[in-house]
């Protein structure tokens, strides 16, 4: 194994060389301990079932790389890869085969109200989230008066979050999750709900959030969106980049093959 | 496999990450992530904490429910296995409460294991911790309730009026051998068991087994000419070398010997096993 050295001139960079993800699909039997114990144990015939293993390749071959200032959508059909790709540049999927590399804080806002506990109060859960993120104690409470100020919350953040409606909920876990400037930012679906003030002041917050990020990536379904926060898009198709190159020339080709397909 | 370099949290540094395909050992890896992961202290102190919590939140007890709950155990299967045996009380009585302690923490690695992974399946889907962080969470919370159990040793000492001396503090490099053991079981049996579902099923029917053949409820002296009973228990010597010197004497070299090797083989083959497989637990969870 060598040392792959990125740059440490200090740019935000992403990049994927030859990346494939496949699942291998374990369904009730095929997993369980048994089944490959007798397979081990029964001859050859069943032993070449077990080693064909159906996988599903979530991606094939991508080769893609993203520098400072960089804002991408990502766009596809369900079931394209979008999602798997987005988890393996956050390191939660490791390639299978291929290389990902990339210098810069990422922070993943997949799902905001990861590691919200219900019985623990507002503060204790800005803490255990903020600590989740990969920030440190210190970096929490000096952003602390900053998130609880955000929340409009007050009293209510010291009771147990599980007393909360959901849209204090969102704005308790909106403000966790935008408190910190990440250098690469990835987004699966846009994130902002809650009443109509509030949404005026997350739109704020995420213009912001978004425009301190080096890199953004967008997965969405909504060209608006897309078209309003991105300049780079990539078409994903089967686990394969269909295209990449400029925002408009990449939703364009989309929508008309979707339109086409559609009639 | 995944190469960290320098993934720091700091400000003026710029973690990198770099994660490539590839299957083999992955001792770099492996390594970085058990080493990051003890960087993490605070999230999985509090992790841990909360996991306790969570069980007893709103019981006027709280985690002393645990040590409640043992105390009685204590209590009645001392007094009566004392008369079954026909042993003195003052005697039988603290051996068997060290030993249920100690096996408590034991088996609840052994058990909970199976659930290390796929327990925590919400946060290996969404964001990239070292995979090391699950294991800390639970030994560490594993500690804090053989904290809350210690009170019934000290009950004990107090009501027969045993003092065992300087000895008692051997205790200490005994209990973190068996917390590092316990940690390293735990992640293998946490991988395995994302991986093939049976495996908990598995364990939990062999630790019922082996509290009954390891000297917990019986002395060890009641094997007479089956002493291989015990000397082939790995478990033993483990317990032992916790138990023996909070009771006062002095564990054996063979205790001693036998653990180092338990310790040295365990390390060498869930050291080799994570170098390899660390990097499928988000596929299989």
């Not at chain 1, 009293?155 to 007393?163: A, E, N």
């Not at chain 2, 065992?164 to 390293?184: D, H, K, S, T, W």
């Not at chain 2, 579902?197 to 000419?225: A, C, H, Y």
Request: charged share 15%.
């Amino acid at each position: 194994m060598t040392l792959h050295s990125i740059n440490s001139a200090g740019q935000t960079e992403l990049s994927l060389e030859g990346v494939s993800v496949s699942f291998p699909i374990y369904h009730g039997g095929s997993r369980s301990l048994k089944k490959s114990l007798l397979f081990r144990s029964s001859g050859g015939q069943l032993a070449s079932d077990a080693s064909h293993r159906i996988t599903v390749e979530a991606l094939r071959n991508v080769s893609l790389h993203f520098r400072t200032g960089d804002r991408v959508a990502l766009i596809g059909t369900n079931g394209a890869g979008k999602t798997t790709l987005l988890r393996t540049m956050a390191g939660i999927y490791e390639p299978v085969s291929g290389v990902v590399s990339c210098s810069g804080r990422i922070s993943p806002m997949f799902d905001i109200s990861l590691g919200i506990d219900g019985e623990i109060n507002g503060y204790d859960n800005i803490r255990l989230r903020g600590l989740i993120l990969g920030l440190t104690a210190r970096e929490i409470e000096e952003r602390m008066a900053d998130i609880v100020d955000f929340t409009e919350l007050g009293d209510y953040l010291d009771i147990p979050v599980r007393t909360y409606s959901s849209g204090m909920m969102t704005r308790l876990t909106f403000a966790v999750a935008t408190c910190f400037a990440p250098d690469i930012l990835l987004m699966d679906e846009w994130i902002v709900a809650g009443d109509a003030g509030f949404l005026a002041k997350a739109q704020h917050r995420i213009e912001a959030f978004v425009k301190q990020a080096g890199i953004l990536i967008l997965a969405s379904h909504s060209s608006d969106l897309c078209r309003q926060w991105c300049n780079k898009a990539i078409w994903m198709e089967r686990g394969e980049v269909k295209q990449f190159g400029e925002i408009d020339s990449v939703l364009d080709a989309y929508t008309k093959e979707i339109s086409a397909t559609a009639s | 496999m995944t190469l960290i370099l320098n993934d720091g949290h700091r400000k003026h540094q710029r973690p990198q990450l770099v994660t490539r395909g590839g299957t083999g050992f992955a001792f770099g890896m492996g390594c970085s992530d058990l080493r990051d992961g003890l960087t993490l202290w605070p999230l999985w102190v509090r992790l841990g904490w909360n996991d306790i919590l969570q069980r007893y939140r709103r019981s006027m007890l709280g985690p002393f429910w645990l040590t409640a709950s043992m105390a009685v155990m204590v209590i009645a299967l001392g007094i009566l296995y004392a008369e079954l045996f026909n042993t003195p009380i003052h005697d039988f009585l603290p051996f068997l409460c060290v030993g249920l302690l100690v096996w408590n923490m034991m088996s609840s690695f052994l058990i909970e294991g199976g659930t290390l992974f796929t327990g925590a399946e919400s946060y290996i889907k969404q964001i990239r911790l070292p995979y090391s962080v699950y294991v800390y969470r639970s030994s560490w919370s594993k500690l804090v309730i053989l904290a809350h159990n210690f009170v019934i040793y000290f009950g004990v000492l107090l009501y027969f009026e045993i003092w065992p001396g300087a000895v008692a503090l051997l205790a200490i490099p005994g209990l973190l051998l068996i917390l590092l053991n316990g940690a390293a079981i735990t992640l293998c049996i946490g991988m395995v068991s994302a991986r093939f579902r049976d495996v908990p099923q598995l364990i939990n029917s062999v630790v019922q087994i082996v509290f009954f053949v390891t000297p917990i409820m019986w002395k060890p002296e009641l094997l007479r000419g089956h002493a291989y009973i015990a000397d082939f228990n790995p478990f033993y010597h483990l317990l032992e070398i916790v138990r023996a010197p909070l009771l006062g004497s002095l564990p054996s070299a063979k205790s001693y010997a036998a653990v180092l090797l338990i310790t040295l083989v365990n390390a060498v083959i869930v050291g080799a096993f994570f170098a390899r497989f660390r990097s499928r637990i988000s596929y299989w969870v």
